[in-house]
């Protein structure tokens, strides 16, 4: 039982332990195929959700697992204090029209795929202070939005690069309470922005790999833990080669996590060869955490668990004028 | 003096009163020739900032603010916890890059113009729960960027509608501390989006005043306070047009501010027929408030400041799609 609430070196402790109380999830159909399609709140049959454009899509499955999240809380909309959101989408437009549409006072974030974990720390931050009685935190993606943001028009048919990743369809939402029963957010582990040089905007796994390894080699620094102390270490959407490349940076520091270590991209798919590397995109940890982590660290399969979501902070103009990748990762930890 | 630290509405006050201890501004050559002038730590005298691009320049511009606000507080980068910034450009950018190169534990944060506010809102919640000692709230924008991005490439050379504000070249940034001399930051109200239905992507004056409005108004009730209680109240980038319906809006819900009203964006330039309505831009709020407004609130000219930022939440895509334009604003209330 911490009985401290500070930071130590990148790492801020929440000696009143705010709780995740309950979540929401909507899938698009081809995640819904793979293993957190037992545990999404909403899976989609049709990826376009009933809108005329996928942005829309994308906002409206935001908005859904914000409601469902509440709603599964026992909770009006009402009883929310804060919204912590963010997507990938320039401006960070479907967590503004998620926001815009249920009116709960909202606070922006951003750090790419890194959103999920950013969000839960700060919301923790703001219950654990007193300041707010319930905090929601949410982000998604869409693969087809941010194919056409990022990458290539859809219609142009290009050819997949063996290193790249699929982007999820799907949004995830958790409440963040003082009170109630649920999984206690013991601390959070706040990023550096971490550049090992990539510029290939297809491998993603090996540009966002140093950042997660620096804050998890930094969180158990901090808490003066092990791999060991873990049930599982999770992080956000490295995929295949990004996993292994995170492992082998962790290794190389001293800390051995391949017995303990799942990536959320890794696992959303049963890979197969035109998914390459596995799931990347907000969604992708926001679907996995908030649907089939919680659901096993509620029937205590899980006791505890460092969560980093990882972000790759670049934009097609910063790709574009020759820059390399900088990217970032957020960790909490949860408890039984 | 505040005795509590917690939520009444939407308004978060902070007992033990964190403080701003220093701050750092760079502008443009064109925002050096107003009101801003005489107070920027580093005023340009190319908007290139010698970089290659205005992206590189806007980045390099908050960069340096950020650098200048620690040098200014005689602190080193190493003692600073967490860095709080976004910007206007896609994925936050400037934000992202600054913080890769000055290397402190970052949160990215977006609302537009309004990301100044809810920066400080977030970093004072912070210092004040004892999370962290130090703070870093930045964010700023770019006049050539804002425009190739959200509008017309320069070299087309289009026509500037009348309702138009121009976005500020400059980036501005300040230290929150709990300790050192400095002003006292009493509370933040955290807004809800609001949307009035405004499409016109060159209106945004029209577009934010109710969000604006919306906090202000919330921000009185939630303290007991009436407008008369301030020395200043000041919005963020409304303009002469948007700070006109901001008094109007007031007015209609029970306050009157014409009295003690001021709007950065209405004041940054000498307006000109071909600044039309002022400056806007998320650099506009963040360099008159951090180099004019806090110099005269640390010569105890104000004593008391309300600083709502305004931030329209839309995108080039969303506006394409047919969408309205949802804005947002955050309050801090500062004392000497």
Same sequence: chains 1, 2.
């Avoid at 582990?189 to 510029?199: E, L, M, Q």
């Avoid at 292994?244 to 940076?249: E, F, G, N, P, Q």
């Avoid at 103009?317 to 909490?332: D, K, L, T, Y």
Wanted: aromatic fraction near 8%; charged fraction near 20%.
């Amino acid at each position: 039982m911490q009985t401290y609430s500070g930071m130590r070196g990148q790492t801020i402790y929440f000696k009143n332990l705010p709780k995740i109380i309950a979540s929401g999830t909507v899938a698009g159909p081809k995640e819904c195929a793979g293993i957190a399609g037992k545990y999404v709140d909403r899976a989609l049959c049709d990826d376009m959700f009933a809108e005329s454009t996928f942005e829309k899509a994308e906002c409206k499955m935001l908005y859904c697992a914000i409601e469902t999240a509440i709603s599964n809380a026992g909770l009006k909309k009402e009883c929310v204090d804060v919204l912590l959101s963010g997507d990938l989408l320039n401006q960070i437009i479907s967590a503004s029209f998620a926001a815009r549409d249920i009116a709960i006072p909202f606070l922006g974030v951003y750090s790419a795929c890194s959103t999920m974990s950013e969000s839960i720390a700060l919301g923790a931050a703001m219950v654990n202070a007193g300041y707010i009685h319930t905090a929601v935190a949410a982000t998604g993606s869409h693969f087809a939005s941010a194919e056409r943001q990022y990458r290539y028009p859809l219609e142009q048919g290009t050819t997949r690069p063996p290193q790249s990743q699929w982007t999820v369809t799907g949004a995830g939402a958790c409440v963040i309470s003082d009170a109630g029963d649920g999984i206690k957010i013991a601390n959070a582990t706040i990023g550096k922005v971490v550049d090992y040089g990539v510029t290939d905007v297809n491998n993603m796994g090996a540009a966002m790999a140093p950042a997660c390894a620096d804050t998890i080699v930094r969180h158990f620094k901090d808490t003066a833990t092990v791999p060991g102390d873990y049930d599982l270490i999770l992080s956000g959407d490295l995929g295949a080669l990004g996993g292994r490349i995170l492992k082998d940076l962790c290794f190389e520091k001293g800390y051995d996590i391949t017995g303990n270590h799942v990536d959320c991209g890794e696992i959303i798919y049963d890979v197969k060869p035109e998914e390459f590397q596995g799931g990347s995109g907000a969604g992708c940890s926001a679907v996995i955490f908030n649907s089939y982590i919680l659901s096993k660290l509620k029937a205590k399969i899980f006791k505890r668990v460092l969560f980093a979501a990882t972000g790759a902070l670049l934009s097609t103009v910063s790709s574009g004028q020759g820059e390399s990748i900088p990217c970032i990762s957020h960790a909490v930890q949860l408890e039984v």
